[in-house]
């Protein structure tokens, strides 16, 4: 009996220690949301006044227009979560079920793709999405379909690997079986593959947003307007403003942008492990 | 009967969405076609040809699940991977990034002095009876008056002229002025008119109602492609590398240039310039050092933690739900935190430990932070992955070790870690192969300093090859996109073998077949 506690005791140990690792930052944002100065000055770690005054202003300030935001990221990743998964889907199926010529060198392609730094091609992104501006004023540079477009191109790769995979775990018998009925491969996605595998496509769509709700730096150089940011730009401009630092509103608008995520994660970590392992890494 | 319902009312649905983005492709071709963007418009014309091809006949059945896949990898991933690629090839800097033709007109419209006494004249702009441009000009000193149009120029014999007190002309016989609403109306044409003076000398228009004399003293010669300094009788000769430089003095080039093909030159400078050799060199060995360091602390706290935690332990799932949540957050908004909180003056760090350091001015320390930082981000993911793993090695080959007398130091290093790296080592490749490309945290963190711009140097002690590259792309002062492409593109190559040999030893490949 001595000896478990002995044991339990010094896992508990660390186990606390690493537990104030992870906290003591979130426990300062929360510190900061609620302090009525709004900064992340630390005087005392107990707060001696509580003010809801940073989550009032995100509602009720005109300047702060934090609901657009919160919409434009919901919005923006939502429908990147949904399509990209939708056309990677087709693609993953045909890569993992369909015979034909070049399908080692297609996903080595694919591969080699990933590999290049998307960061660097920023700059001929924008001179393209530059140009289709210059005919088609709605979906070029600047403007949230635009934005989107080039999400999605991003997406592709990554979840088409991710759903490969997926694919590959379902017992080929099944669309055999659908073969020897007479359907068509087409059929075998629509009617077979696509109910089995739904669970799997909303996983990999979660990534999905979660990944694009995460994204910053295109999302920073393609909205410019206040009203069409997503919720990380605008929040980061709270911070690196000319001025001041304005922690009080960043800091309570960050808890309300995490809670959704966070829920998601913490209610669905088994499945959204099984996708990590499969070949991803959180960006 | 009802499946013969439901065939038709999918083939229907399919014709409509096809011929739905048919005429969205369609209309984008013609107006991208009229703004001559001919690239994207052939690039959307073989979109819609593949469309067509596609899902109008049975040609080919995997396309059909490709296409739509492949038009947004082409469009927004392989196009711009090949136009860096291409423009790692070309002279492509602040102060090269027009055309050749550009450029010349852009080095003629510049290339204009005043005469040496910079003479100027009161004008009047109006125009003949046939609507043509022209100036009545007024030098009041030597009481001369003249008109003057694009191609010639009329003197005028001031004794038959309405002089005003102040030597000037307001009108000529068959010179009628122009209103002021018609003169704005000709706004932009005026701005550029060169009005007839003498074979060498122009006047352009300084104002509504002043008009300075000019000389082209940049001369451009089409057969032999040189520039020519009338004044000093310079010759400035294309260099072969998007400027003119002067033949005798090559160091000194007209501007702009223009970007030019230069081949293998950036790549070339990358490890021949010392100017951009030392500071590359240097960011790579800190790229290295951060992405070992990242993987090697989040692995190791993972797996600390994940051994800890191997057993039936009280509290144990609300341990790992605080421990999961650093993974769970967005992490742009916790990266800002950390910036923070490593504040000197106010930030909690200090405040926590009563110490009074310099985060982000002292190279050693910002790095220290960034290592820091990034293990708290990472490290709840190898937690993730060890506890999983763990999990799946077998009791009894543990249990097996114990009984033939393993103490438990034993069991771990000769049992348990290496079955746990054989499932790891690929995920442990992927981290490195990611982190080596870590922007963010770079950027929103420290920004890649502290550094010291003294010297032109934009490479900051935490800076990274990508965050390196992204300045010299970007950054303030010069913009220097055909260098940044060719650092990509060394980048890509040293990734793709990093991630080709995580591959090989994760057996992917062997599916491919």
């Known amino acids: 009996m001595k000896r478990w506690l002995k044991e339990d005791l010094w896992r508990h140990a660390i186990a606390l220690v690493v537990c104030f690792f992870v906290l003591f930052p979130i426990y300062l944002v929360i510190l900061s949301a609620l302090s009525p100065t709004g900064s992340l000055q630390v005087t005392s770690f107990i707060p001696k006044t509580i003010s809801f005054h940073n989550f009032s202003q995100l509602f009720t300030s005109p300047k702060i227009p934090y609901l657009v935001w919160m919409k434009n990221s919901l919005v923006i990743a939502g429908v990147v979560a949904i399509l990209s998964v939708v056309i990677g889907a087709a693609s993953a199926f045909a890569f993992s079920r369909l015979r034909f010529k070049g399908k080692k060198q297609g996903l080595q392609l694919l591969l080699l793709v990933q590999m290049f730094p ?76 696509v109910p089995l595998a739904a669970p799997v496509l909303a996983v ?29 730009v605008g929040l980061q401009g709270f911070i690196s403003g000319q001025y001041a630092s304005n922690w009080g509103p960043f800091a309570a608008g960050s808890i309300i942008a995490s809670i959704p995520l966070i829920a998601i994660f913490l209610s669905l970590q088994r499945y959204i492990i099984s996708g990590l392992t499969a070949g991803s890494v959180k960006g | 009967m009802e499946t013969l319902f439901k065939r038709k009312v999918t083939v229907t649905l399919k014709y409509i969405v096809v011929t739905f983005v048919a005429s ?92 040496a006494d910079q003479t100027t004249f009161d004008i009047v702009i109006g125009e003949d009876a046939g609507k043509k441009l022209e100036i009545l000009a007024s030098d009041p000193l030597n009481k001369k008056y003249f008109i003057s149009s694009l191609t010639s120029k009329i003197d005028l014999d001031a004794s038959t002229l309405k002089i005003d007190e102040n030597g000037d002309v307001a009108t000529a016989p068959g010179f009628h002025a122009l209103t002021p609403s018609e003169q704005s109306a000709l706004d932009a044409q005026l701005g550029q008119a060169r009005f007839v003076y003498s074979s060498d000398y122009f ?115 609300i341990y790992r739900s605080i421990i999961i949540l650093p993974y769970a957050m967005p992490s742009i908004m916790s990266i800002l935190i950390w910036g923070g909180m490593f504040d000197t003056e106010f930030g909690a760090i200090n405040h926590l430990f009563g110490t009074h350091v310099h985060w982000f001015q002292s190279p050693l320390y910002a790095r220290l932070a960034v290592i820091i930082v990034n293990l708290w981000l990472g490290f709840p993911y190898f937690y993730l992955i060890c506890s999983g793993a763990l999990q799946a090695i077998p009791a009894e080959l543990s249990e097996a070790a114990a009984i033939d007398g393993a103490s438990s130091g034993q069991i771990f290093r000769k049992i348990t870690l290496p079955l746990l790296l054989q499932v790891v080592s690929p995920l442990l490749v992927a981290s490195f192969a990611f982190n080596f490309n870590n922007f963010n945290i770079i950027y929103l963190l420290t920004g890649g300093g502290p550094s010291n711009t003294l010297g032109g140097d934009v490479a900051g002690s935490t800076d990274i090859l990508i965050s390196y590259t992204y300045k010299i792309a970007f950054g303030a002062g010069t913009q220097n996109l055909g260098l940044a492409s060719a650092i990509s593109v060394v980048i890509f190559f040293i990734i793709a073998s990093i991630s080709l040999y995580g591959i090989r030893r994760s057996k992917v490949l062997d599916s491919f077949a």
């Open chain 1, 118 to 193: 998307a960061i660097l091609s920023l700059s001929a992104v924008y001179v393209i999405m530059s140009r289709v501006y210059s005919f088609a004023p709605r979906i070029g540079l600047g403007t949230q379909p635009g934005l989107l477009l080039v999400y999605m191109g991003g997406a592709m790769g990554v979840n088409i690997w991710l759903l490969k995979g997926f694919v590959d775990s379902i017992p080929m018998e099944l669309d055999e079986a659908a073969k020897v009925d007479g359907a068509s491969a087409v059929q075998t996605y629509w009617l077979i593959f």
């Open chain 1, 204 to 232: 990999v769509s979660l990534l999905s947003f979660i990944g694009t709700f995460n994204e910053f730096i295109l999302a920073r150089l393609f909205l410019v307007d206040m009203h069409a940011r997503t919720i990380a």
């Open chain 2, 24 to 115: 969205l492709l369609l209309m984008l071709i013609m107006s991208s076609f009229a703004k001559r963007e001919y690239a994207i418009s052939i690039f959307l014309g073989f979109a819609l040809f593949a469309m067509a091809i596609t899902y109008l006949t049975n040609f080919s059945i995997p396309m059909k699940f490709f296409l739509p896949g492949m038009f947004f990898l082409i469009a927004f991933v392989v196009g711009p991977i090949l136009y860096t690629v291409a423009m790692s090839a070309f002279h492509y800097e602040t102060g090269n990034y027009i055309s050749k033709p550009e450029a010349i007109t852009q080095i003629l419209s510049t290339g204009v002095r005043p005469d």
């Open chain 2, 203 to 317: 006047i352009t228009i300084e104002g509504g109602t002043l008009g300075s004399l000019k000389r082209q003293t940049l001369t451009y010669d089409k057969t032999s492609d040189t520039f020519k300094n009338v004044l000093t009788g310079a010759i400035y000769k294309d260099n072969g590398t998007g400027d003119f430089a002067n033949v005798a003095n090559k160091a000194e080039i007209l501007q702009p240039g223009w970007r030019a093909p230069i081949w293998f030159a950036n790549y070339t400078k990358l490890f021949t310039d010392p100017q951009i050799r030392k500071p590359l060199i240097r960011v790579f060995i800190w790229t290295v050092v951060f992405a070992s360091l990242t993987v090697l602390t989040q692995f190791a706290l993972g797996l600390l933690i994940a051994l800890v935690m191997n057993r039936k332990l009280f509290g144990r799932r």
